[in-house]
């Protein structure tokens, strides 16, 4: 037996017991006191994304919904009765101003041409046998050797012989009008539709004939859309009529509103029922990529440039019925700032009451940054820019 044990020989067993209990305490506070010592470290302060909001003179945009229209636009129809011999075109093709479409046959058409030039050469005929007879008459009457009804007769007939003339000229003119009318050109420069005449048909005018095609112009090319009551009154209404507004086009598959284009006129009243005004704007379509009838999104200024404070849209929270933004003052304390936003810019949002420029505004980890909590502002990696 060892000296240890024959010391604790006859040692109660409770004593033995607190011994026990009181090695294992000592045991665990040593080996805890590192993990308290810790725990007196603070946190580190939480890190939040911002941007400054920015100031930049901006035009309030309103968006409207609109239709594309043609500037010219026409039916083809025949001006004379024929044989349709020839289609110079295929369906949607585009025509320069001039160019052949349509031929009906000129055959009868140039024989009553001809016909009518040589009833105007007997008109000339008689016409100049009148006169001769006239100018002999007048020398006659001096002499008194006719009488002055004589005279009158010549006179009479010399007018009706002049008449004649201008009457077979006339139908000169119309016969060689017909025989144009049997070559149908594009009026205008524009893309045809589909022929709805084939060759060998026999067209007719009148209410009878048949609309061969029809034609629309390209370039340039109007946006008709209606405006509301308070947009005009503020801003086009006191425009002078002269001045060039601009307006801005996207198209349902494009991105934004890419084609540039200007207002070209305003109705003459503002549509009671509905409280808005109809209004064409006017955009280039040399590519042809802008048909009529397609749906557009339209942007039509709303105010004359002017200063505005900028923030990313995403930052804009939404609080029941009220708009929010968490702002990092210079102290890195997040304030809870009740805003009110304007028009969207880009990827910008105009903020008309609750921040001022430069101050820094958290974009992202929103969830870090509770009202009146510290934070770590740290700049987003790129602001996001306006749409110019």
């Known amino acids: 037996m060892s000296s240890f044990a024959r010391r604790l020989t006859g040692v109660p067993a409770?004593?033995?017991?607190?011994?026990?209990?009181?090695?294992?305490?000592?045991?665990?506070?040593?080996?805890?006191?590192?993990?308290?010592?810790?725990?007196?470290?603070?946190?580190?302060?939480?890190?939040?994304?911002?941007?400054?909001?920015?100031?930049?003179?901006?035009?309030?945009?309103?968006?409207?919904?609109?239709?594309?229209?043609?500037?010219?636009?026409?039916?083809?129809?025949?001006?004379?009765?024929g044989t349709l011999v020839a289609v110079h075109f295929k369906d949607g093709a585009l025509l320069r101003k001039g160019d052949l479409m349509f031929e009906i046959d000129p055959r009868p058409y140039a024989a009553a041409l001809q016909q009518a030039r040589a009833a105007l050469v007997a008109a000339r005929s008689v016409n100049q046998f009148a006169d001769t007879e006239l100018q002999r008459y007048e020398r006659l009457i001096n002499s008194n050797a006719i009488a002055k009804t004589d005279l009158d007769k010549r006179v009479q007939a010399a007018n009706e012989a002049r008449a004649r003339v201008d009457e077979a000229q006339a139908r000169v003119e119309l016969a060689r009008l017909d025989l144009e009318h049997t070559r149908i050109v594009a009026p205008f420069d524009g893309r045809a539709s589909r022929v709805e005449v084939t060759p060998g048909n026999i067209v007719d005018v009148g209410e009878r004939s048949t609309a061969l095609t029809n034609l629309v112009s390209i370039s340039p090319i109007y946006a008709d859309f209606d405006v509301d009551e308070s947009t005009f009154l503020r801003y086009l209404g006191a425009r002078p009529s002269d001045e060039a507004i601009p307006v801005k086009l996207g198209l349902a598959h494009e991105d934004g509103y890419p084609r540039q284009g200007s207002l070209s006129s305003l109705d003459n009243r503002v549509d009671s029922r509905s409280a808005t005004i109809r209004v064409r704007a006017s955009f280039d379509n040399g590519n042809g990529e802008l048909r009529p009838g397609l749906f557009a999104r339209v942007l039509l200024p709303g105010s004359a440039s002017r200063p505005a404070t900028l923030i990313e849209d995403s930052a804009i929270g939404t609080d029941q019925d009220k708009k929010y933004v968490l702002?990092?003052?210079?102290?890195?304390?997040?304030?809870?700032?009740?805003?009110?936003?304007?028009?969207?810019?880009?990827?910008?949002?105009?903020?008309?009451?609750?921040?001022?420029p430069d101050e820094q505004v958290v974009v992202s980890s929103l969830h870090l940054a509770t009202p009146g909590s510290q934070v770590i502002p740290v700049r987003a990696p790129a602001q996001a820019q306006a749409q110019q």
């Open 327 to 356: 702002v990092v003052d210079a102290q890195g304390r997040v304030q809870y700032r009740q805003v009110k936003p304007g028009i969207r810019q880009g990827a910008l949002r105009v903020i008309d009451q609750g921040v001022e």
């Open 14 to 81: 409770w004593a033995l017991v607190v011994l026990a209990l009181a090695l294992v305490a000592g045991l665990i506070a040593g080996t805890r006191s590192p993990v308290a010592e810790a725990n007196n470290v603070p946190a580190p302060l939480p890190q939040v994304q911002v941007m400054n909001a920015v100031s930049r003179e901006v035009v309030d945009w309103q968006a409207y919904t609109g239709r594309l229209v043609a500037t010219d636009t026409v039916v083809i129809k025949p001006l004379v009765a």
